[in-house]
Structures are given as C-alpha cells and as structure tokens.
C-alpha cells in the first residue's frame, strides 16, 4: 500500500543511481512502494544495517496542486470594530495604493457579508482623500464631513437601507436672566440680522457638539455679556415690561410667546422644564431628562 510521508528536509542523490536531478526541495512528496533491508556483519563485530527503498517523484500536476494547498494565504482584510447594529467601522490610517485598496476592500466585504454584517462605516482622514474615489466607484456613498476627516458608508445585504442619516439641524438657545429688581439681561448685536437695528434681546448662541444645553447657557451668557466685542455693541439690565413692550418683540409670535412665558415663570404660574441628572444602562455617561419636574411632582 502507498502511503504519503512528512515533508523531507533537502536531499542529496546520487546521479549513479538515477536519473533524476538532484534538487530534490522540501515542498515534494515521496512515495515508499516497498523496503528492502541487508545486514551485514563487520570486522569488528557490528552489524551494519543498510536500507533501500525505491522512490518516485509523484507528477508535476500533482506536485503543483499539493503545493498550492501548502502554500494557500488568507486575503488581507480591512481591520474593523463591530458597532451595536451588526455593522462594522473602518478607520484608516495607513497609505495605501488604489489598486490594492480596492482588492482589499473586496476581500473585507466579502468577508462581512458572509457574517451577516450590514452596514459599513469608512472614516478616511484627509491624508487618504486620494482613497475616496475607489471608495465611491466600490459603491459607497458621503454620509458626513468634518474638518479632519470624510465618512463614508455601504450597505451590505440586499435589504432595505436602514444606515441613519446626519445630523440636519442645530441647536438653539437663547438665557432668560432676571435679577431682584424683575430686570432681565439683554444684549445689542454688533453684526448680523439686528446690527444697528436698536433692538435689545436675550443672549442667544449656539450648543456645541456634545454640550449640554444649560452649560450652552450658562456659556453663552458670559461671551456675549464680557468677552465678544466684535459681536456685541452693548448689554444692560432692562425692566421685563420695557423689554416685552418693544415692537421688534410684539410683531413675532416667536418672541411674543417667549415674553409671556418669561412673564408667567416671574409670577410663579409656569414651572417649565428643569435639567433631571439620570443615569442609564447603556453607558457610564451622565444623562440629563428634561421636564416639567414640578407638574410631574403634583400629579404623582
């Protein structure tokens, strides 16, 4: 019976005894048909033992395929993180040609797809801006820009796209501040919309990404009443009724509506909405509800 043995470490031959070319390599087989061993007796006493077994070179087609199977690697593959909706994010790093980025990029598709992954979030730093139209031609699309980096996004399985949006909006706020003498604080813009206009208004700005909304307040607050020269022209303390009596506020609804809420929140009628610190499961984040904790309070 044949049987195949372990890979052989280089051998030598003879060309006596053979034909064969001595290059004999590591990565060929050999196949032992049959053993033929002689003892003989030495001078001294020993037994000498010598060992024949014939060999053959298997065929070059064979040879070829068992050296294939030998010698199989694993495509290279994007290093990825899972999200929490079966998707995973890539963020790129290294330089890296086109053409094999794209057959990178390939093989990690692939690769997501066979374990069921969706969607596919590629972070691409400016460095690699070159790496977007192979990206776009692979079929991924612009989710959202910032000023260090482009992401990019792909939808795996052939359902419908569930990949969320960005963001479209921002943020708002504008401080109702009153001291004892039921004066609020305003302000006079020196640039934009109501530049030269007369108009005193409430400090109003915009929340940061990530910030709170009564941090945003308290910030806003203290720029444009301090430190924004060149956005302020002037801030004082007005009586509320001088300030709610002003044609600019009594012409908008929007602003209407703000002064008859500041109005009832001075005679204690409306309690609005208050910052309740809480905490969830999901992270070790601190999380802040907002509601009506008094109206909450009465009807428990």
Known sequence: MLRSLPKLSPLLCSARTTNIPCFLANSLRFVSSAKTITRTKTS????????????RLM????????????????????????????????EMDQPMD????????????????????????????IHLASLVEPLVKE???YHHAEPKYLMLVYWIPETANTIPVNATHRVGIGAFVMNEKREVLVVQE???????????????????????????????????????????????????????????????DLLKYISDVCSAKIDGRYAGY???????????????????????????
Not at 64 to 82: F, G, N, R, Y
Not at 98 to 125: D, E, N, Y
Not at 222 to 240: D, H, V
């Open 274 to 300: 208050s910052a309740v610190s809480t905490s969830s499961s999901f992270s070790d984040q601190k999380y802040y509800l907002y509601l009506n904790a008094g109206a909450l309070k009465s009807s428990l």
């Open 139 to 141: 079929g991924f699309w």
């Open 190 to 252: 020196n640039s934009g919309h109501f530049r030269g206009t007369g108009v005193w208004k409430f400090p109003t700005g915009v929340v940061d990404q990530g910030e709170d909304i009564c941090v945003a307040a308290v910030r806003e607050v203290k720029e444009e009443t301090g430190k924004q020269r060149l956005e302020i022209e002037a801030s004082r303390w007005m009586p509320f009724e001088e300030y709610s009596a002003q044609p600019f506020v009594q012409k908008h």
């Open 44 to 55: 001294t006493g020993r037994i000498a033992m010598t060992i024949r077994s014939p060999i």
């Open 59 to 90: 065929s070059s087609s064979t040879v070829s395929s068992i050296t294939a199977e030998d010698h199989v690697q694993q495509p290279k593959l994007l290093k990825s993180t899972d999200d929490d909706h079966d998707g995973v994010i890539v």
């Open 98 to 125: 086109a053409a094999t980025f794209v057959l990178i990029l390939r093989s990690s598709i692939s690769h997501w797809k066979q374990l069921g992954k969706k969607g596919v979030w590629i972070k691409l730093p």
